[in-house]
T-cell receptor
């Protein structure tokens, strides 16, 4: 199993540009989520999904959209990038009966 | 508001000694507490979970204690090795999906 994969690993955007961060998992996990990690702050939940077709907002959802058309994929879309969205983004997944999350390697995003 | 405190300063210890990391929390009644390891440029990796009705949990050289009265968890690594050098995150969950709050982490450096 590849586990949780994320692409790209690094990305630089200009303010106002849009892009999609990709996340996929091959463990058949129903639950998937997106976090951002900033210096001096803990991981903060952006959006999450409990299954295909079901998504909900986390702690810091503004400026981000998600969709979940398949169990495997959970892309995160930035509609109009802002410098405040410069961060490292992590995707995670787990099965409903377990509290253990499996994290991807992260995407480092810089917005100029 | 909920707050999780981990020592923001790095912890340096000599190889072979026991490393002890602290996680304190306020305004929270967690159902469980987790510890993750994070290496530079990588996603967090789950280590241990301890539930509110458990006092102590062990896994190989790792030991976690959970004191809901003091609102504190201690994470111990015995016979520490340079390979244990990493940032360690604690996370508290209150049950239900993704009601997990992460601390900022403590960087551990094991000196040969």
């Amino acid at each position: 199993n590849a586990g949780v994969t994320q692409t790209p690993k690094f990305q630089v955007l200009k303010t106002g540009q849009s892009m999609t961060l990709q996340c996929a998992q091959d463990m058949n996990h129903e639950y998937m989520s997106w976090y951002r990690q900033d210096p001096g702050m803990g991981l903060r939940l952006i959006h999450y999904s409990v299954g295909a077709g079901i998504t909900d907002q986390g702690e810091v959802p503004n400026g981000y959209n998600v969709s979940r058309s398949t169990t495997e994929d959970f892309p995160l879309r930035l509609l109009s990038a802002a410098p405040s969205q410069t961060s490292v983004y992590f995707c995670a997944s787990r099965i409903p009966s377990s509290d253990t999350q499996y994290f991807g390697p992260g995407t480092r995003l810089t917005v100029l | 508001s909920q707050k999780i405190e981990q020592n923001s300063e790095a912890l340096n210890i000599q190889e072979g000694k026991t490393a002890t990391l602290t996680c304190n929390y306020t305004n929270y009644s967690p159902a469980y507490l987790q510890w993750y390891r994070q290496d530079p440029g990588r996603g967090p990796v789950f280590l241990l979970l301890i539930r509110e009705n458990e006092k102590e949990k062990r896994k190989e050289r790792l030991k976690v204690t959970f004191d809901t009265t003091l609102k504190q968890s201690l994470f111990h690594i015995t016979a520490s090795q340079p390979a244990d050098s990493a940032t360690y995150l604690c996370a508290l969950g209150s049950g239900g999906y993704q009601k997990v709050t992460f601390g900022t982490g403590t960087k551990l450096q094991v000196i040969p």
